[in-house]
Nanobody, 123 residues
Framework: QVQLVESGGGLVQAGGSLRLSCAAS????????LAWFRQAPGKEREFVAG????????FYSDSVKGRFTISRDNAKNTVYLQMNSLKPEDTAVYYC????????????????WGQGTQVTVSS
């Protein structure tokens, strides 16, 4: 069992930066692949970034590649999303998600979810 709590969201101007954190509880954190998804009003929840259970690989959606960076600290049971060069279209609720071992970009394959944190980017 893994419980996830996101933090770090807020209001930022276009071009600015934010760093999201997701703190996890549970002894199996280090054996879980982790990801960030986001959901804008009226839209489906979409994949943003993922990281393998051992931190050995990261992958991103085309819309954030080169601007966002996902990382994890297994010693702190925390996963991060550094967001730079933010755009108004990045406005959404951002969710942290986890699944045992294998990474995925598919929302339905993730087992554990946080409650979400709002990110608003003003133009």
């Amino acid at each position: 069992q893994v419980q996830l709590v996101e933090s770090g969201g807020g209001l930022v101007q276009a071009g600015g930066s934010l760093r999201l954190s997701c703190a996890a509880s549970g002894r199996t954190f280090s054996s879980n692949a982790l990801a960030w998804f986001r959901q804008a009003p009226g839209k489906e929840r979409e994949f943003v970034a993922g990281i393998r259970w051992n931190g050995g690989g990261t992958f991103y959606s085309d819309s954030v590649k080169g601007r966002f960076t996902i990382s994890r600290d297994n010693a702190k049971n925390t996963v991060y999303l550094q967001m730079n060069s933010l755009k108004p279209e990045d406005t959404a609720v951002y969710y942290c998600a986890a699944r045992p071992w294998y990474s995925s970009t598919k929302r339905d394959e993730y087992v554990y979810w946080g409650q979400g944190t709002q990110v608003t980017v003003s133009s």
